[in-house]
């Protein structure tokens, strides 16, 4: 089945730096690539999404890219601010795969220092 | 809020019960699902439906029960056969369980402790 890799686990920037968040996966079949956040006590809301025939989406301050052929894409926040500090998830969708075809990375803590 | 709702926001149970979570959706989605959180697990799901009167077990389904009598409801009930059931529990719906592009929308969780 698949298997999603998310890194890092926990991830503390200065306020005003960007971000970074990787995923990798195991499962060429894969085709669609939400990122989830999810701040403290609430429940997780879809931030951003990619399909398997975009390289890259851009909403904002927010961006993700994918590599098909490396089986990675990447979630990018820019001049982060105090309200981005969450947790985020990215996932992946495979047609047939499993389960119900959504796998989950573990999630990545996103510490923004004032 | 966002169309589903869960409920109870807290629930406490003595252990050896049995307890069960209610999850409601207006949105009109065919697929319903349940997860559950614990600190660095990420999302672990439990039970899926991807239609009424159908649902199929997730990855960690021992201890747990579903049903799916109706397209709006999909409660979870948490036997005593669960050995650890203290955890944050999530429902989710889609539009459609088979659709590559229709994305989850959350409820705000139950957080269940057993004592």
């Known amino acids: 089945g698949e298997n999603v890799e998310q890194h890092p686990s926990t991830l503390s920037v200065q306020e005003g730096d960007s971000a970074v968040i990787k995923c990798t996966y195991s499962?060429?079949?894969?085709?669609?690539f939400p990122w989830y956040k999810q701040e403290l006590g609430k429940r997780p809301q879809l931030i951003i999404d990619?399909?398997?025939?975009?390289g890259e989406k851009k909403d904002q301050r927010i961006a993700v890219t994918l590599n098909k052929t490396a089986k990675h894409f990447s979630l990018h926040i820019t001049e982060t601010q105090p309200e981005d500090s969450a947790v985020y998830f990215c996932?992946?969708?495979?047609?047939?795969?499993?389960?119900?075809?959504?796998?989950f990375g573990k999630g990545t803590h996103l510490i923004i220092q004032p | 809020d966002g169309g589903i709702t869960q409920s109870p926001k807290y629930l406490f149970r003595k252990e050896g019960q049995n307890v069960t979570l209610s999850c409601e959706q207006n949105?009109?989605?065919?697929?319903m699902y349940w997860y559950r959180q614990d600190p660095g697990q990420g999302l672990r799901l439990i039970y899926y439906?991807?239609?009424?009167?159908?649902?199929q077990k997730g990855d960690i389904a021992e201890g747990y029960s579903v049903s799916r009598e109706k397209k709006e409801s999909f409660p979870l009930t948490v036997t005593s056969a669960q050995k650890n059931p203290t955890a944050f529990y999530l429902c989710?719906?889609?539009?459609?369980?088979?659709?590559?592009?229709?994305?989850?929308?959350f409820g705000n969780g139950t957080r269940l402790t057993v004592t």
């Open positions: 989710a719906s889609r539009r459609s369980g088979t659709a590559y592009n229709s994305p989850l929308h």
């Open positions: 499962d060429s079949a894969s085709n669609y």
């Open positions: 990619i399909r398997s025939n975009v």
């Open positions: 996932a992946t969708y495979h047609s047939g795969g499993g389960a119900d075809g959504l796998t």
């Open positions: 949105l009109n989605h065919d697929a």
């Open positions: 439906s991807q239609i009424v009167n159908d649902f």
